[in-house]
Nanobody
Framework: VQLQASGGGLVQPGGSLRLSCAAS????????MGWYRQAPGKQRELVAI???????NYADSAKGRFTISRDNAKNMVYLQMNSLKPEDTADYYC???????????????WGKGTQVTVSS
């Protein structure tokens, strides 16, 4: 199973970006999916998560500006980021709890980071 994130880049303060993450492989089901970020010199932190049923939870820093969504048919999760601030600069990682074919349990998978830089 692999998680492939894309959509990062350089954006001016106040701008928007949309991150995408595709899960691929021998996937039986996907439970929670989420986005985390890690800024230089800081610990990785939760940005937003979404359950298989569509319930969402956001970090306080993301509320009102970011929207997480998913397409269960395509095994994808998205993060729409609006009103970006310089403090949003970080590597963004997608995360998913996935049950593979033939497995009894879900396990956690991480994608490689996609860099988001907010700067004028």
């Amino acid at each position: 199973v692999q998680l492939q994130a894309s959509g990062g880049g350089l954006v001016q303060p106040g701008g928007s970006l949309r991150l995408s993450c595709a899960a691929s492989g021998s996937i039986y089901s996907i439970n929670n999916m989420g986005w985390y970020r890690q800024a230089p010199g800081k610990q990785r932190e939760l940005v937003a998560i979404i359950t298989s049923g569509g319930s969402t939870n956001y970090a306080d820093s993301a509320k009102g500006r970011f929207t997480i969504s998913r397409d269960n048919a395509k095994n994808m999760v998205y993060l729409q980021m609006n009103s970006l601030k310089p403090e949003d600069t970080a590597d963004y990682y997608c995360n998913a709890w996935i049950k593979i074919d033939g497995s009894y349990y879900s396990r956690e998978y991480w994608g490689k980071g996609t860099q988001v830089t907010v700067s004028s």
